[in-house]
């Protein structure tokens, strides 16, 4: 075991609505630090100041804390500038960087005093908890610049001041930054930090292979956040985008992944995004749910989302959650009047919709009725299952068309529905005897 606290961080740019990938670079720092009791933290790369917005600021900041992904600390990158220039001049004093007056890149009439670090052309070998021994040659780097001028680092020299200044033990990122590293630890030998571990974890594809992508594809957490996916749901399903713990079993809390989690299971190919997968996980947390908690979160989800949340929502609760595996298609049903059978105010069906799918008379249907009411007056309890129990072998005798067509709409007013024992079960007694009375008088 290493002696030394683990530290980690997520380093988000705020330059738009936060990548999935960012969450799942986010979620592995975030267990690796739990797992080894260290800390966590989250940095914002807001120096770039043409590319990053205020508001994606904000947006970084709550979509962690959607996902449940709380850093032990936090700090933006633009209030540590005064140190970066503090310790690029001190490399220019050293001589281990310099100023180089140069033509301007897109106008070559005009000259700028850009900072070159002093490359020693080393070759640079480091390794990589997933990828293993990487090595890169840094002539083809030549003095590469570290800064626009001497009170403007960049990116790069930024990046090895904070994590050197945080004392990051475990640099845990995307494969795309696997190119950056040489490069980092040449400032970083340069300013005499400790150099941190190295992990580059694979990319997240879209099935045809490409890089997930935000513009092609939904890749964003709030995308899927109001899609009404579970933050739950989504943590289990990134963590096992390029991990897996062995064995059948799927559902991790965030807790069991921090015990569980080890880089020797990760993969070096890239993972494949599977949104009909990520449907599954989340029917199953919805499932987890307990049925108060499903309808307080739906009806939040439906309220932000502008949608009216019917009163009887708590009584459907467990049939839409069987139905839809988002909380916007739950919403989705309840807004295209799927569960309309639910509202006081729904007219009764006309004797030619009672008949339509009876296979009998009036009269038949009209005797099938009032049959059902006597049946059902006192039969207790009164769920799905024992209206089924009460109906079903009177119906079998009578033609179960002639029975269960006309309950059925007479508790739906529709020609479709869930069967007379689920709507019966959803409606009540009194609803229920209330709707074959008022349709008796159809007929
Ligand atoms: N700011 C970089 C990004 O948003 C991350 C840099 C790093 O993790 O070292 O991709």
């Given at each position: 075991m290493n002696p030394e606290k683990v530290i980690t961080?997520?380093?988000?740019?705020?330059?738009?609505?936060?990548?999935?990938?960012?969450?799942?670079?986010?979620?592995?720092?975030?267990?690796?630090?739990k797992q080894n009791k260290g800390t966590y933290f989250v940095r914002i790369e807001d120096?770039?100041?043409?590319?990053?917005?205020?508001?994606?600021?904000?947006a970084i900041w709550n979509d962690f804390e959607w996902c449940g992904l709380k850093p032990?600390?936090?700090?933006?990158?633009?209030?540590?500038?005064?140190?970066?220039?503090e310790l690029l001049q001190k490399l220019v004093a050293e001589d281990k960087a310099y100023i180089s007056r140069e033509p301007k890149?897109?106008?070559?009439?005009?000259?700028?005093?850009?900072v070159r670090l002093r490359n020693p052309n080393t070759t640079i070998t480091f390794t990589d908890l997933i990828r293993g021994e990487v090595s890169f040659d840094t002539t083809e780097h030549g003095d590469f610049v570290i800064a626009r001028s001497i009170d403007d680092p960049l990116y790069h020299f930024a990046v090895v001041v904070d994590d050197g200044d945080s004392c990051?033990?475990?640099?845990?990122?995307?494969?795309?930054?696997?190119?950056?590293?040489?490069?980092?630890?040449?400032?970083l030998e340069a300013l005499g930090y400790t150099r941190p571990t190295y992990a580059h974890f694979p990319l997240i594809l879209a099935p045809d292979r490409t890089k997930l992508s935000k513009r092609k594809h939904a890749a964003s957490v709030e995308q899927y956040r109001t899609q009404g996916f579970l933050p739950e749901a989504m943590i289990n399903y990134l963590a096992l985008l390029g991990w897996n713990p062995g064995g059948e079993r799927e559902i991790f809390s965030l807790d069991e992944l921090i015990k569980l989690f080890s880089f020797e299971r990760m993969h070096k190919a890239g993972a494949v995004f599977d949104i009909e997968k990520f449907r599954w996980f989340n029917h199953e947390y919805l499932k987890l749910l307990p049925m108060q908690e499903f309808v307080d979160r739906l009806s939040l989800f439906m309220t932000e989302r502008g949608d009216t949340v019917p009163p009887y929502l708590p009584q459907i609760g467990v049939e839409l959650r069987n139905r839809a595996q988002t909380f916007g298609e739950a919403a989705d049903y309840l807004k295209g009047g799927e569960f309309s059978f639910m509202e006081d105010t729904i007219?009764?069906?006309?004797?030619?919709?009672?008949?339509q799918g009876a296979k009998a008379d009036a009269a038949a249907v009209k005797t099938n009725l009032t049959k059902v009411v006597e049946l059902l007056l006192e039969h207790e309890p009164f769920t799905a299952e024992s209206v089924k129990e009460a109906i079903f072998p009177y119906a079998t005798e009578?033609?179960?068309?002639?029975?269960?067509?006309?309950?059925?709409?007479?508790?739906?007013?529709?020609?479709k529905s869930p069967d007379p024992f689920t709507l019966a079960g959803l409606l009540g007694?009194?609803?229920?005897l209330e709707r074959i009375e008022k349709a008796l008088r159809m007929l």
């Open positions: 961080r997520i380093a988000p740019s705020p330059t738009g609505q936060m990548h999935i990938g960012t969450v799942r670079t986010a979620l592995f720092n975030y267990i690796f630090a120096t770039d100041r043409e590319r990053n917005k205020e508001e994606w600021v904000d032990d600390a936090k700090y933006r990158q633009s209030e540590h500038i005064e140190r970066h220039k890149k897109d106008d070559p009439t005009e000259e700028v005093e850009v990051v033990t475990h640099v845990l990122r995307a494969e795309e930054h696997i190119s950056n590293t040489p490069r980092q630890i040449l400032i007219p009764a069906p006309t004797g030619e919709l009672l008949l009578q033609g179960r068309a002639s029975v269960l067509w006309p309950m059925r709409v007479a508790l739906s007013g529709k020609e007694r009194k609803k229920t």
